[in-house]
């Protein structure tokens, strides 16, 4: 136990470091988000810093790699496709790259996610599916899905930190429980590269994650959840469940979007989480609420898939239900003002 935390304390203090020489740098080449009509902040912010996340994590895995508690192809696969996204969105950060050609590199980086990590069985409502082929086109979907609501909902301080740190956290104790021991250390590794981020990012920012970041973590993120899935496939349940504050928020706001014919890749302000940042008057509560929707309701349906076997299509709905209902409250997807 003390040499795990030992390895957390390193992980939490190089991202730590990191995020903050990565300000120095922003500030000093005047690397910052300015506030715009449809930003939900109102001061110019240094961005990217979540590369410190993406450090981190990366070395952490090759450590965790050479030590023989990941294996080669899970090393190349979440390694290869989560750096090639990193750098896809640290070169948006920095300039503008054209959405075919990001859209054409997330691709990639899902495909060979998942080359090296497999299409896993689908399990749902105690049915089990092996897709086969059709698997591979539908889990590209969703991991370029994934990565990209992950951007959409890094619109304001710490929520994005929060809602990873949370699902990880979340992840690797529930490993645990299931004997899957060497499963929970990259997610433990992802959840203390970005506490280390979020000491910078928590409400009142003072750096921004960027899209290196959250695109980092949304694959990444994906990912595992894929890697988990080739261990027990009700595991994939439970990261839709632990996630679900960010997939139907994200995903409700993008099917209203759609409906009213709007260009969804286009930005706004229209999610309802930003919403709900205007009407309770600032970015804490907001992203306060989220903490504590993961650790009082997301976490023990998960669990309950877990440990108590419920049908993990009741447990997704169950977990959604109030989700939903809280996204229409709060006006997710309502045509941007």
Known sequence: MNYLLLWAMIIFTLSLIMTGLLRRIALSRQLLDVPNHRSSHSVATPRGGGVAIVIAFLAALVL????????????????????????IGFMDDLGHVAVRWRLLGQVF??????????????????????????????????????????NFMDGIDGIASVQALCACVGAGILYRSLGLDDLSYPVFALAFATLGFLAWNFPPAKIFMGDAGSGFLGI?????????????????AVWLVLLGVFIVDATFTLLRRLLRGEKVYQAHRSHGYQNASRRYGGHLPVTMAVLIINIGWLFPIAWAIVTLRINTAFGVFLAYVPLVALAVRMGAGREDQ
Do not use: C, K
């Not at 192809?73 to 979440?78: C, E, M, Q, R």
């Not at 990444?220 to 994939?236: M, V």
């Open 64 to 87: 965790m790699h050479a030590f023989g508690f990941v294996g080669a192809d899970s090393f190349i696969g979440l390694a290869g496709s989560s750096l090639l996204v990193a750098i």
């Open 109 to 150: 980086a899902s495909g060979w996610g998942l080359l090296w990590l497999g299409s896993p069985t689908l399990e749902f409502g105690g049915w089990e599916f092996n897709l086969g082929v059709a698997g591979y086109v539908i889990f590209t979907v969703y991991l370029v899905w994934m990565l990209n609501l992950y």
């Open 220 to 236: 990444i993120l994906a990912l595992l959840s894929l890697q988990a899935a080739q261990y027990d496939p009700r595991l994939l």
